[in-house]
């Protein structure tokens, strides 16, 4: 399924800045970044629940902001974008 993960961290202070890095790094692992605090990523629903598991363990409940929009499977209808868009297909190869 798509899951589009959104995140605002609070950067006033060294931690913040350090949680910032972390939630970014944790995401770039499992999906697409699109925006600068927004990611796609194809998860099932086993590693969506490890990698919320996973960004909660990171982030400062107090201060900062995590949400998971679920598109599920049938995704493509529900997305429409306009402007530059990135050269990815979220199912097709990612070669690094």
Same mark, same amino acid.
């Given at each position: 399924?798509?899951? =589009?993960?959104?995140?605002?961290?609070?950067?006033?202070?060294?931690?913040? @800045?350090?949680? !910032? /890095?972390?939630?970014?790094?944790?995401?770039?692992?499992?999906?697409?970044?699109?925006?600068?605090?927004?990611?796609?990523?194809?998860?099932?629903?086993?590693?969506?629940? =490890?990698?919320?598991?996973?960004?909660?363990?990171?982030?400062?409940?107090? @201060?900062?902001? !995590? /949400?998971?929009?679920?598109?599920?499977?049938?995704?493509?209808?529900?997305?429409?974008?306009?402007?530059?868009?990135?050269?990815?297909?979220?199912?097709?190869?990612?070669?690094?």
């Amino acid at each position: 399924m798509l899951v =589009l993960i959104t995140y605002d961290v609070n950067t006033e202070d060294a931690q913040g @800045k350090r949680r !910032l /890095r972390r939630v970014a790094r944790k995401c770039v692992d499992h999906g697409q970044r699109v925006q600068n605090s927004v990611f796609e990523c194809l998860l099932d629903a086993s590693q969506c629940k =490890l990698l919320q598991a996973q960004l909660l363990e990171i982030i400062d409940c107090e @201060k900062d902001s !995590l /949400r998971f929009y679920y598109l599920g499977n049938s995704y493509a209808a529900k997305v429409e974008h306009f402007g530059v868009r990135p050269g990815y297909e979220p199912e097709g190869i990612l070669m690094i």
